[in-house]
């Protein structure tokens, strides 16, 4: 629980926050009684001057509201909880004292809306240190008054940007748009947010310039007119990213236009109505799961307890410095793992690296990376072609093409070099690991991390293991997989193993759309309207229509009818139809890669084209439930531990639209008994396809769910 601790220290009323069994500060209900004596004592004591406001934590300020709490409000309504936290910062910014806010690490949500009430903010310039609103990822909007004091100190473009999208700003820049007064090193924070303190107090801390504003930003900003044109512009750039799925955003906007155009206190007042209605949201309670879900898979081993502890992987073997390996190599590097990479020759090893430089650029160029470190991170990464150096891996990942033959040979060749206990990874997107396996000695360190494209950017690890693989492999697996940043899940051995399966699925079904003579863009719209990124058509142009046909094949083999692939798809293929790597798919693409329109000729060489052709609800049904069904027939079966590997696989590896949460909790928010009787409806329309798995017969009939909340 968030605590105040008090002390006074030279006439400055030091409060310092802290969570000490927690890792991070959150503010709760518990601290509104601590934080009005708090105020009381600074306004009453006499022989207090000024208010200094610090964590007690030494990596982070306020991580933001407490999330659990507003989960369970037992019988408060959202609306009051965020009057409450506009009455106590509405005091705190009146207090008679100066307050400094000293800030070091996460300042988020309630922590910054806390900062934004203070007099003056200080931070340190540690990378560390982030300030921002995220509220909106979690569907929610700011609730302590934040839609109103952040315009007010940053103006309207700047706070619009961090509202409405949840971007956080590091030190450097959070100074140069006035969300800071002052930045300092870490070490000298304290002392010069006292400092800064008892300037304040004594009218002696010269007055903080002013933001100076561009002309353009005075303009919009300071008449309606003006600001018109900005709420319209952010509210039609809101709606193309969103498609209107996201309601947070939208009333967001809505809130902060009030207090442009009412004054502060009617913007206080819309914003804790809206707060309540948003905390009631579907969209906010499958956002908020998913919050969760990911944090408990941060802590999940990956086997039953008692775990093993797991393998420290400082050295990593990458075997193949295509397109995977070199983006797997990337991201180790960039957390500190020496990386070896083979491959068959010079000239691939030479593209690997140059691959690994790019990525690590790239992502350097984001994150405020100093030339040294890049060259660190770079110095880390070297290529072999005769497997010398690759004996010292602790976690080899072999990434060679889809061939059980050639990653069969990879295995032999890599395990008569490596350590008898080291753990040997697969990164197929399809061949069952049991086959590569069988080609193992030891067979039980060999699994499969199931990274996805681009491996910088995809936030999920699908880690498969076969009855053989040891526990001591797989918490080693998951583990590294946690340390490279990803959300990882843990499935068994199967043809697809859960993410390719149920895509395929979900594509097949598509095909089929697509042999009924239905358009691909509205297909392709259906599905970015339910909330999917990329409709399934432009997927499989990304993939590679090849690609995607081999997949299909070998699912179709294990899984018979229902994944029979679609004859559009086949004759794509015959046609000669790649995707967007060989610029010509089902849409047409320019020499850069920029998708264009639909490629009419589609419709000669691989599907039918047909006036009117099956409605947009229709498409999402069938491609939808198609997924959501298979997804159920993998737990069925024992390829997902829990629906919450289910769901966080579909989100976090397929872009199932997180509003949704996930098709488990797609199943249950419209009912067991309701997706059972749309599925026996497609069953009988299409027979063969969407026959319901018994597990959701049976939670039908006992009118069960999968998650309590
Ligand atoms: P790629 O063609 O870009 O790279 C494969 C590399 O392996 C090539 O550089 C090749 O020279 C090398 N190679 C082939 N035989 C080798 C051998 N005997 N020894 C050493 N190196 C050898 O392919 P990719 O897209 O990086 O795919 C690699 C693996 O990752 C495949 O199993 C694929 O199914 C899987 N995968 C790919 C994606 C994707 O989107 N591309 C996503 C997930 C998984």
Redesign the pocket.
Known sequence: MTTLLRDIENGTLVVTIDAPDQSVNTLGASLVDEFEEMMQLATTDASVASVMIISGKPDGFIAGADIEQLQHLNGVTGTELSRTGQRLLDHLSTLRKPVVAAIHGACLGGGLELALACSYRICSSDPSTSLGLPEVQLGLIPGMGGTQRLPRHVGLDVALDMILTGRALHAERALRVGLVHEVVHPSTLREMALARAAALARHTLPVPHKRRKRTTTVLLEHNAIGRAIVFRKARQSVLAKTHGNYPAPLVALDVIRTGYDRGMQAGLDAESHAFGQMVATQQSRELVFLFFASNAAKKDPGVPEPAPDPRDVQRLGI???????SGIAAVASQRGTLVRM???DTA?IGK?IAAVRDIVRERASRSRTSHHQIDDQLALVSGTTDYSGIGASDLVIE????DLA?KQ??LRETEARVATDAVYAS????IPIGEIASAAEHPERVLGM????PVHRMPLLEVITTPETTAQATVTAVAYGKRLGKTVIVVRDSPGFYTTRILSAYMNEAGRLLDEGTRVEAIDEALVTFGFPVGPITLLDE?GIDVGGKVAGVLAQAYGSRMVPADSMRRAVQAGRTGRKGRKGFYLYDSRGERGKVDETVYTDAAPSKAGGVPANEITERCVLAMVNEALLALQEGVLRSPRDGDLGAVFGLGFPPFRGGPFRYVDAASAEEILERLEDLESRYPGRFAPADLLVDMARSRKRFYSV
Not at 319 to 325: C, D, Q
């Open positions: 075997i193949g410095a295509g397109f995977m390996g083979q491959d068959t691939k690997g990434a060679v093409f889809e050639t040979q990879v990164n197929t997107s399809t199931h990274f996805f494209s993939v």
